[in-house]
């Protein structure tokens, strides 16, 4: 019998999806997939079938994983690298809110990247942080004293995850998290492609008197798989200048400054 037409795009969105997790995650178990989506593992397997045919990822048996990891670690490189200019200039508007002999946490990711990037030059730094590549950047510089969390390593994104990650902030206090996010939406708020970093971002945020959202606009309006809360959780939004007025009355409406950088 013919697919249906709704059936057929549903499939195709969850495909999407789960690419989109195995982009975050780098990996992940049939059954894993299967539970997450509500679907059963049969139904996970032709759609990785497919993933495969199309070249993004490689099947193992019981799992998947995504094709670009080992060459990416190896670099030492992020999986996302889209909208790299917007990120830079952000990443200088959040430095800048950063004050000599601060504690601060910067979460993992490439607009978190780019904040740390432009930390040259401050004295007498706390940095905590779950990003390897991160650490290995500020690490080397004698006016920071670095920390990292413990956890599973995620090779997208070069991190440490999980709930050992979170249990490291428990009792922690620090002046600002730079906090990084898939998607923005005033409904759902933020969201995440999958599940492992949300028990770490909850703790992150719990430990910080003040939670700056760094995210390009291109991230605003959009919804991913798994929610972490909504717009009260941020003090403040630091975006580039492709933020629509409507969108920027409706978060400010929420109670978040935003910085346009």
Known sequence: MKESPPNRLLGEARRHKILEWLQEEGSARV?????????SEVTVRQDLEKLEADGHIEREHGGAFLKSVPQQVRSMALQHQSHLDAKERIGRAAAALVENGETIILDSGSTTTAVATH???KRDLTVITNALNIALMLGADPGFEVHMTGGHFKAPTLSLSGERSADYFKGLYVRRLFLATAAIDVESGLTYPALSDIAVKRAMIGAAEQVCLVADSSKIGQRSFSALGGLDLVHVLITDDGIT???????EGAGVQIIIA
């Open 119 to 121: 930390l040259a030059g």
């Open 31 to 39: 059954r894993t997939l299967a539970e997450a989506f509500g679907v």
């Open 245 to 251: 007025d409507a969108d920027r009355k409706t978060i």
